[in-house]
Nanobody, 122 residues
Framework: QVQLVESGGGLVQAGGSLRLSCAAS????????MGWFRQAPGKEREFVAA????????YYIDSVKGRFTISRDNAKNTVHLQMNSLKPEDTAVYYC???????????????WGQGTQVTVSS
């Protein structure tokens, strides 16, 4: 069992930056691929980025490539999402999740955090 808790969300102006963190409990954290997803009001949950268990392989949705960076620290059981050059369309609740492999598919993830709100003003 893995419990995930996100933090770092908030209100930022367009062009600004935020760093999201996800703290995981459980000794098996380092065996899971980790992903970040987001969900805007009235929209489906959307894949944003994922990182392999080792941290070597990463995968991003096209709209955040070059702006967002996912990373993990297995010694501290944390995964981060550095978000730069934020746009109003990045506004959403952001969730971290754990899966058995690096994948953009929502249904492949079986542990989820409660989410953190990110609001980007224009």
């Amino acid at each position: 069992q893995v419990q995930l808790v996100e933090s770092g969300g908030g209100l930022v102006q367009a062009g600004g930056s935020l760093r999201l963190s996800c703290a995981a409990s459980g000794r098996t954290f380092s065996t899971y691929a980790m992903g970040w997803f987001r969900q805007a009001p009235g929209k489906e949950r959307e894949f944003v980025a994922a990182v392999s268990w080792s941290g070597i392989n990463t995968y991003y949705i096209d709209s955040v490539k070059g702006r967002f960076t996912i990373s993990r620290d297995n010694a501290k059981n944390t995964v981060h999402l550095q978000m730069n050059s934020l746009k109003p369309e990045d506004t959403a609740v952001y969730y971290c999740a754990a899966a058995g492999k690096i994948t953009p598919v929502v249904s492949d993830y079986f542990y989820w955090g409660q989410g953190t709100q990110v609001t980007v003003s224009s």
